[in-house]
């Protein structure tokens, strides 16, 4: 740990998800009487979810699409693209959203797409790009799964113009700057226009099956959950792992450590078991001083403890040394509760034993990987 | 030092066993050396090839014939006896013939050998004692009278059967040398004009000639009356001479201690001496060893001489319509030739070889064929050949064909400065020319490796080693010494004594003229015009150079008249003098353009650059820096490369626009629209490109030509721009520690803020997911924690304590830079056995330190970083380390740094303390700099 003591960054400052669905504690913790055992595969899923600007956009009576050329004081000459309004009130909110978006990250935050259909129209879908979106809620801070849901306005427009078609080619270039703005019919402006520099052009037919794009576009039905970053649990734990026990990690490298790990590599434990199961009494040094297995955590506040823990973890070299836990009877004895939470998580059954647990996650098929159904 | 005559003894075995013992005696007795067949011991030879041996080696022929014939073997039609006497007379040796008297039961066949015999010397004998009696006398008479050899074989009078024509005396060739002093003057007046030296003529004779002469003569007893001081004398003095002193007055005395020195000196290894000394008295052995003779004089660099004798073997093989042995010597004469600068010479005794008939030699015909136009035209073409050629001759298993071409093409990368092929060519000839024994050939190989090695960094103590091992027989030559002399002048200039090399330079070239080899003064005219130069003595170096040009030029040494004209372009804009390099820039490239010395050219093509920036001819200067890097990637002269793009990079006179789109054109890349599509163009090119430079060149490349680039962007457009071109670079680039260092300069090529904290974030995360040995953790407030592992060993962690664009790029480069050079690191701290592992640090801007530390505590401002370190050394836990960067901290180059990069002084500060952690101070901080200074700086230079 550093003891670090800083506020966050003015980019995520006072920012909060406009909804929080806490579904799972996570990770997967069994506490039992005779230690406790944890699963990092699990985590906390938190919807973000993004409806200003777009919402606002849909009732603006968005009646045209203009292209054209603006001048940008430094870029010179620009294309433009011009969203025409009728209800100027509606375009000016939703405007002040993109303006707040484009403040607190780029003018890419706004997304703009181009759908062309075989047919001879196109749709141009408007909403919040994602990964900027969620700096925008959540700022740096990674350790939580997140469900990113935004809404999107969507406006079909029936004929492609030539301008349309000298945009889209101009869309293919490496570098296409270009202006976003909104106007009322008389062409009076309404708001600042933003500078962006991507946006996206595809025919209908070339998105692939499951897209987001095609969800977007109403094409395919969205997946029970929606859209999401979409971890599955095995690479959520090896992240976890790697990122908050990089020193762990790098100690179980080292020489002596090896006829260790080769016992309980022997007795079938995969690798991602011994290093999670390394983790675990690395953390346990700390939460439980000197203990394995938490051995001193309280059955009420373990949960939420073991969560914290690695939630803060940053592992400093030189930092505490847990080597004095790592002996094959403790090793041993993690695998098996950290397997046990695992198991109970799919409602099986718990075992005491080394070689039980390794037959139960295989029959269960969690051996290889440990990766649980979604 | 006397040598023996070989004498040897022909009878057959069992039936003259107490003949023969009795031979021995005798021989024995008066110190010279009797050769049995039965004294051989065991060889791996057959019997007749071992006799025929020895018979070549003899100097005198005994036969000793009792009643036997011999026997005869079954592939034989004659006894071997008979064999003997028969090849003693095609070789003409002096015979001395004894023969058993009475002898009833002689075999017919042994009458007639004997017969034969009484046309020279028949001595009979009735018993062993009266028999080694009369062989001493006889010998003893034999040498007292003056021993020459020529006269016997004249006495035979009769061709050997099976030849055609027995050789002719060496004095009637068509064309006889013209022999220059030899090594020992003395030795030379003394036996050849035989003409009594006065007292004073010796005394002005040097020790050591006169000691020369006394190991000489030490063989001949009381001939030698005294040696004191500087004079050698003998006995007898002539009346007739005023001379109180003088030597040797009988012409007979004279031709047999003549053939006495000449066989000492020959035995001595000097068989050009001994050539010289045979060919004066008209012995066969003269012929003998002409070719040993011919190939010391190419050795020792004495070029006329050489090509005398080898132009004497090649007449010589001609009459004896011996082909193969003539294209030889004529290919000898080629290479010699060449070498001292003769091309002409070279393609006429080439065009000589091809017209013979010797299919056996075709393949090194045309092996000199490639040298003779690589050398004289630089046809890069026939340099591949040669290279395709070795491949053959390796192929078919031709071990010394193969090092032979070696040696050529070592030769030739020596010339075009390609140090490391000539390097890897010597030593495979070294090696194949130790394993065959052949001390010519590993002489030469081991010139070339030395003169390869010499040329390239961190090979003293090996090239000491070669020269040592140079053998001492050879290296007291003009030759070696003015070999010596170029390398000592090189030496010199980089030990910045230009005076002494300057001086070193011209005894090299006075050896050259000395030995009349052009290229011998050629090449050390260059050295000395480089001396003078590094003077400051411009028109004196540009006329050394002048004068190579030309000599080379009317030599048609192409590549050495190419070289020179560079240097005097190169000279000359050194001086500024841009309207006089011009010319001599462009006539350098003309005569280097498609030649095999392409790092000539390049560098002929920028001096035409830096002449045309000059004189402000700013397209033009572009169009030969186009030119010269593009051949430079083409060719895959990544140093050459290297230096090309930083050296566009740094032009201020050139717009970003026109230095980027030149780059674009050295990587053949199409030309862009706007600055930005340029900047995206070269992010694609330049990942690879710039990966196979070398490391000192390769991050300063990448970060000076991404600078100017980026210069080019409107600042509206960075920060996208930025971004974008940071994860095009992550997703061109492999994961390797040279990519790495293109990645980490990269971002020394624009201010960290152009780039937000959750671009930087965003950076970060794919940087980590490029490179396996980071891994990469943000801290809720966006500033970055990294953990640098190296084979999956810990390194070190790295944590950013601020939370500004500026500290998170300081905090990324110093991670990449750990991970970058994590192998050097380690290696740099030595064998050391470390007694911790890891070493957290923690960069901090002062500001930031001031606040969360406390004024007191922060270093002083102006303290362009700081580091603190481990409270107490010995701590098994110490706190971390502090890089505190003060706050005017920039990555890039900085001014107080003399241009260094701010990235780098913070990676050597942090490391210096890494270092000092690691090893508990158990290594002096003099010594950790100078093992970390290296490790650090190419890195981000």
């Known amino acids: 740990m550093t003891g670090r003591s800083k506020s966050k960054p003015a980019a995520a400052r006072g920012k909060t998800p406009a909804h929080d669905e806490r579904r799972q504690p996570g990770p997967l913790v069994h506490v039992t009487s005779g230690g406790i055992g944890v699963d990092y595969s699990a985590r906390t899923l938190q919807i973000l979810l993004s409806v200003g600007g777009t919402s606002e956009l849909g009732d603006a009576d968005v009646v045209g699409l203009a292209y054209g050329l603006q001048q940008h004081d430094e870029l010179g000459m620009l294309p433009t693209v011009s969203l025409v309004c009728r209800n100027v009130t509606q375009a000016k909110k939703a405007w002040d959203a993109f303006e707040t978006w484009q403040t607190e990250t780029d003018g890419d935050a706004v997304s703009l797409s181009w759908f062309f259909y075989a047919e001879g129209y196109y749709q141009l879908v408007i909403g919040a790009e994602p990964e900027r979106l969620r700096f925008r809620l959540r700022g740096f801070d990674d350790s939580d799964d997140d469900l990113i849901m935004s809404g999107y306005f969507k406006k079909r427009f029936d004929r492609i113009s030539k301008p349309t078609e000298e945009f889209r080619a101009y869309l293919r270039k490496r570098y296409s700057p270009y202006l976003f703005s909104a106007c009322t019919e008389s062409m009076t402006p309404i708001g600042m226009p933003i500078l962006k520099f991507h946006g996206v052009e595809a025919d209908v037919n070339s998105l692939l099956p499951g897209s987001p794009e095609r969800i977007i576009l109403g094409l395919e039905t969205a997946p029970e959950r929606g859209s999401k970053r979409n971890v599955n649990g095995a690479k959520w734990r090896a992240k976890m792992v790697k990122t908050r026990f990089p020193v762990t990690l790098a100690r179980l490298s080292r020489d002596e450590i090896a006829p260790l790990l080769q016992e309980a590599s022997a007795l079938g434990f995969q690798t991602w078991q011994i290093e999670q199961a390394a983790a675990n009494l690395a953390l346990s040094n700390e939460l439980s001083p000197g203990r394995p297995h938490y051995a001193s955590l309280q059955r009420s506040t373990a949960v939420e403890a073991i969560a914290a823990g690695i939630r803060g973890r940053r592992e400093a070299a030189d930092s505490s040394d847990f080597r004095s836990l790592l002996t094959l009877e403790c090793l041993l004895k993690q695998l098996v509760l950290d397997a046990n939470a695992l198991l109970k998580s799919i409602g099986q059954q718990t075992t005491s034993s080394p070689a039980q647990a390794v037959i139960k996650l295989r029959k269960a098929g969690l051996l290889e990987t440990g990766q649980r159904d979604a | ?941």
């Open chain 2, 1 to 941: 030092m006397k040598r023996q005559l070989n004498i040897f003894v022909s009878s057959t075995i069992v039936e003259c066993a107490a003949e023969r013992l009795a031979a021995k005696a005798a021989i024995a007795s008066i110190r010279h050396h009797p050769i049995l067949f039965e004294d051989l011991g065991s060889h791996p030879y057959p019997p007749r090839s071992l006799y025929i041996r020895e018979l070549h080696s003899a100097d005198v022929f005994i036969g000793i014939y009792r009643e036997s014939y011999g026997w005869v073997a079954p592939d034989a039609k004659i006894s071997g006896l008979e064999d003997e006497h028969q090849l003693r007379v095609k070789l003409g040796r002096p015979p001395l013939i004894y023969v058993l008297r009475p002898a009833p039961n002689r075999d017919t066949r042994l009458t007639r050998i004997i017969e034969e015999a009484e046309r020279s010397t028949v001595t009979f004998y009735s018993d062993p004692a009266e028999l080694q009696e009369r062989i001493a006398t006889d010998l003893t008479s034999l040498v007292a009278q003056g021993f020459d050899s020529s006269r016997f074989a004249e006495d035979a009078n009769e061709p050997p059967e099976g030849t055609t024509s027995a050789a002719p005396a060496l004095g009637s060739a068509p064309s006889a040398p013209t022999l220059p002093p030899l090594e020992s003057e003395l030795l030379a007046l003394l036996i050849a004009a035989a003409m009594p030296l006065t007292v004073e003529e010796l005394a002005s004779c040097s020790n050591e000639k006169v000691g020369a002469v006394v190991r000489a003569l030490g063989g001949l007893g009381d001939a030698i009356v005294s040696l004191n001081g500087n004079v050698v004398a003998l006995k007898q003095p002539r009346a007739s001479l005023s001379a109180k002193y003088q030597l040797l007055c009988n012409p007979a005395e004279v031709d047999f201690y003549t053939y006495r020195i000449a066989a000492i000196l020959e035995t001595d290894g000097r068989s050009l001496d001994a050539y010289y000394l045979f060919e004066k008295i008209k012995h066969p052995r003269a012929e003998r060893i002409l070719a040993r003779a011919a190939r010391e004089a190419a050795r020792t660099g004495r070029v006329e001489i050489a090509l005398s004798l080898l132009r004497l073997n090649v007449d010589r093989a001609k009459r004896e319509a011996e082909p193969d042995v003539a294209v030889s010597f004529l290919l000898s004469s080629a290479v010699l030739s060449l070498d001292a600068g003769r091309a002409g010479d070279a393609v006429a005794a080439l065009a000589e070889a091809r017209a013979l008939d010797a299919p056996d030699w075709e393949l090194a015909v045309r092996e000199v064929d490639l040298l003779v136009r690589t050398e004289s035209t630089g046809d890069g073409v026939a340099m591949a050949e040669l290279a395709e050629l070795r491949n053959s001759f390796q192929a078919e298993g031709d071990k010394y064909g193969a090092a032979r071409t070696a040696i050529l093409q070592s030769k030739l990368f020596i010339e075009i400065r390609h140090f490391a092929e000539a390097t890897a060519c010597a030593r495979f000839a070294l090696a194949v020319f130790t394993e065959q024994g052949d001390d010519d050939g590993r002489h030469v190989a081991l010139h070339n490796l030395i003169a390869s090695l010499s040329a390239q960094d961190g090979t003293e103590a090996e090239v000491r080693h070669l020269t040592d091992s140079i053998d001492e027989a050879r290296a007291d030559t003009p030759r070696v010494r003015a070999f010596q002399c170029n390398l000592a002048a090189t030496r010199l200039r980089d030990a910045g004594d230009p005076t002494a090399a300057a001086e070193k330079s011209r005894e090299a070239i006075a050896i050259g003229e000395q030995l009349g080899d052009v290229r011998l003064q050629l090449t050390n005219r260059i050295n000395l015009g480089n001396a003078l130069s590094d003077l400051g003595q411009t028109d004196q170096a540009v006329a050394e150079y002048k004068t190579v040009s030309a000599v080379a030029s009317g030599a048609a040494l192409r590549l050495v008249e190419g070289a020179a004209t560079r240097l005097i372009a190169t000279t000359l804009n050194e001086a500024k003098r841009w309207a006089e390099a011009l010319p001599f820039a462009q006539h350098a490239a003309g005569l280097l353009r498609d030649t095999v010395d392409s790092k000539n050219f390049i560098n002929a093509r920028r001096e035409e650059a830096e002449s045309q920036l000059g004189l402000k001819n700013v397209s033009a200067a572009l169009e030969a820096y186009t030119e010269a890097g593009s051949t430079a990637r083409r060719l895959a002269l990544h140093s050459k490369l290297g230096s090309i793009l930083v050296e566009l990079s740094g032009l201020t006179e050139v717009t970003p626009t026109a230095v980027v789109t030149t780059a674009l054109k050295i990587c053949g890349a199409e030309p862009a629209p706007n600055p930005v599509d340029a900047l995206f163009s070269l992010v694609a090119e330049m990942g690879p490109l710039l990966s196979g430079l070398p490391q000192e060149q390769r991050g300063r490349a990448a970060r000076m030509l991404f600078a100017r680039a980026l210069s080019d962007c409107p600042r509206a457009a960075l920060g996208s721009v930025t971004a974008s071109i940071a994860e095009q670079l992550v997703a061109t680039l492999t994961g390797s520690a040279s990519d790495l260092q293109v990645f980490g300069n990269f971002l020394l090529a624009f201010s960290a803020n152009d780039l937000s904290l959750r671009q930087w974030n965003s950076l970060a995360e794919k940087t980590a997911e490029k490179f396996p040995g980071l891994v990469f953790l943000p801290f809720p407030d966006g500033a970055g924690h990294w953990t640098v592992t190296l084979d999956q060993r810990l390194i070190a962690t790295v944590s950013e304590l601020d939370d500004t664009p500026a500290s998170f790029a300081a905090t990324l480069c110093l991670a990449v830079g750990l991970s970058g050079i994590g192998r050097e690191y380690l290696d740099a701290l030595g064998s050391t056995e470390l007694p911790r592992r890891e070493a957290d640090v923690q960069v901090i801007t002062r500001a930031e330190f001031v606040t969360m530390i406390g004024a007191q505590y922060a270093p002083e401002p102006g303290t362009l970083v700081s580091v603190t370190r481990a409270v107490d050394e010995t701590e098994l836990r110490p706190p971390p380390m502090q890089a505190i960067a003060d706050d005017d901290f920039e990555l890039g180059p900085l001014e107080r740094l003399n241009g260094k990069t701010g990235a780098s002084f913070l990676l050597s500060r942090v490391l210096y303390e890494m270092a000092r952690h690691l090893l508990r101070g158990q290594v002096s901080e003099s010594a950790l700099i100078r093992r970390l200074g290296p490790v650090v700086f190419p890195f981000y230079s």
